[in-house]
């Protein structure tokens, strides 16, 4: 009987624990989809200094663009529309499991631009993206979009 007992218990465990490690990641998942809205309403708001508050130090871009790189493509953007608009979708969140202070994500992206009111622009990208925890926000590393 003690050692059914001692089965239950383990059973028990090995669905328990795996559900409460889940519980204990969701606000670092929220927290990161939310630092990923304020980065979308940089974008958004055409404030680039926004958006490179949110980009860590080490931050590269298709493996060629560095923080000032993407402030300049950024600047450019927005001095060519007044209205940018970003559509995401199928965002996917991923907490490393063996470093809590690193994540992943991807989304499907549409750009949307307008010199005046209407959408004169649109693209549509797959972006991949890496993160990690500095001081106490999340900050991109990595941004990969094709």
């Not at 328990?16 to 974008?43: K, M």
């Not at 404030?47 to 600047?75: H, P, Q």
């Amino acid at each position: 009987m003690k050692k059914l007992n001692a089965i239950k218990f383990l059973f028990t465990l090995a669905f328990i624990i795996p559900i409460l490690s889940g519980c204990s990641q969701r606000p670092e998942i929220e927290q990161l989809e939310n630092d990923i809205q304020l980065l979308i309403e940089g974008i958004e708001n055409r404030d680039a200094s926004e958006v490179t508050d949110r980009l860590s130090e080490y931050f590269i871009a298709n493996d060629k663009l560095d923080k000032e790189g993407v402030k300049r493509l950024m600047l450019a953007n927005f001095l060519h529309k007044k209205n940018i608009e970003v559509i995401v979708s199928n965002l996917k969140t991923i907490i490393n499991p063996s470093d809590p202070r690193r994540a992943s994500a991807s989304a499907s992206v549409v750009l949307i631009g307008a010199r005046q009111f209407i959408p004169d622009s649109g693209r549509s990208y797959q972006v991949e993206s890496e993160w990690q925890i500095e001081g106490s926000d999340w900050r991109l590393m990595t941004l990969d979009w094709e």
